[in-house]
């Protein structure tokens, strides 16, 4: 989907750092707070390792303070974990940058 957003500040952009405990590869993930309007609200929309290794993180760093439309995407996934347990997780994902002018 396309929603009209802003990044108000660089510290509502996070990088983390997760261990497969299988394989013990690092990944790093991200994600942003992004606030829409009508309605009012803020989003955590996150970001893939495949994302943050081409750069998006710093991209968006750039998009601060810019009123931007940006491209996220819903996603649902479940799957079994590592002990056989249920696993389900529900949230918005950046499915591509903004262009970096303001509308």
């Known amino acids: 989907m396309q929603i ?3 990044i108000l500040d660089d510290e509502d952009i996070e990088m983390r750092s997760s261990t497969n405990p299988q394989t013990g590869e690092v ?6 707070k992004l606030q829409v309007m009508k ?3 803020i989003l955590t929309v996150n970001v893939t390792t495949q994302q943050v ?8 760093k750039k998009a601060v303070g810019l009123p931007l439309e940006y491209f996220i995407e819903f996603t649902e996934s ?13 949230g918005m994902r950046l499915f591509k940058l903004p262009e970096m002018k303001a509308k």
């Open 53 to 60: 290794k081409s750069g998006f993180l710093d991209e968006l």
């Open 4 to 6: 009209k957003g802003i």
């Open 27 to 32: 990944s790093n993930k991200g994600s942003f």
């Open 39 to 41: 309605p009012s609200q």
């Open 78 to 90: 479940k799957f079994a974990g590592d002990k056989g347990q249920h696993v389900s997780f529900t």
